[in-house]
């Protein structure tokens, strides 16, 4: 089965560019999450959705990124425009509809972002 | 408050021998959810276990097992007789059951040598 997949896997882009990270999660689940992994912070949740709703954003560090969930198979999370300090590995992640935000969350690969 | 504190940052050990990583959770909450993840090299996060508050059996799987205290807040992950491919970041996770965010810890980076 395949599992979560995120692209691009790298991003290089410069400073005021706008990018775009997509995530297809697992067949079935209902519950999509965003994170952001950097040195300083760690591994922040950034926003999650549960039937293609958002449910929590608090997460999103400024109104320069935006995430959407158009259908139970894709998400988007979108930055613009881009600042260096937005480099990180940005991961997408799934889970079963039981209770989502307590279940197994498998991970996508990350996309690695570098704004310079 | 809620927080998940792994205060190793990085541990070495040598092969085949036993390492603790240590996790201390603070929460108001009876009830929630404890995790461990695993962050290899490659670097997709893998789950390794999930445990509820009112379950404070220990677990064994393998060569990896947990130490759930209450009332010390402590998730303890240990391994025994290391291997190499168990080197890796592992990351303790903290979900409330009255919350929707799920809290990471820092995580410790963990070398096994050869």
């Known amino acids: 089965d395949a599992g979560v997949i995120q692209s691009p896997r790298h991003e290089v882009t410069e400073m005021g560019q706008e990018v775009t990270l997509r995530c297809k999660p697992i067949?079935?689940?209902?519950?999509l999450f965003w994170y952001r992994q950097t040195m300083m912070r760690g591994l922040e949740l950034l926003i999650y959705?549960?039937?293609?709703?958002?449910?929590?954003d608090s997460g999103m560090p400024e109104d320069r990124f935006s995430a959407k969930m158009p259908n139970a198979s894709f998400s988007t999370l979108k930055i613009q425009p881009s600042e260096p300090r937005d480099s990180a590995v940005y991961f997408c992640?799934?889970?079963?509809?039981?209770?989502?935000?307590?279940?197994?969350?498998?991970f996508g690969p990350g996309t690695r972002l570098t704004v310079l | 408050a809620q927080k998940v504190t792994q205060a190793q940052t990085e541990i070495s050990v040598v092969e085949k021998e036993d390492v603790t990583l240590d996790c201390v959770y603070e929460t108001r909450d009876t009830t929630y959810y404890l995790f461990w993840y695993k962050q290899p090299p490659s670097g997709e996060l893998v789950f390794l276990i999930r445990?509820?508050?009112?379950?404070?059996q220990n677990e064994i799987s393998g060569r990896y097992s947990w130490n759930f205290q209450k009332s010390t807040s402590s998730f303890n992950f240990t391994i025994t007789a290391s291997q190499v491919v168990d080197s890796a970041v592992y990351f303790c996770?903290?979900?409330?059951?009255?919350?929707?965010?799920?809290?990471f810890g820092k995580g410790t980076r963990l070398h096994i040598l050869p």
């Open positions: 445990r509820n508050s009112f379950d404070e």
């Open positions: 959705f549960n039937n293609n709703v958002p449910i929590d």
């Open positions: 996770a903290l979900n409330m059951n009255r919350d929707d965010k799920i809290i």
């Open positions: 992640a799934s889970s079963p509809g039981t209770s989502g935000r307590r279940d197994e969350q498998f």
């Open positions: 067949s079935g689940h209902d519950y």
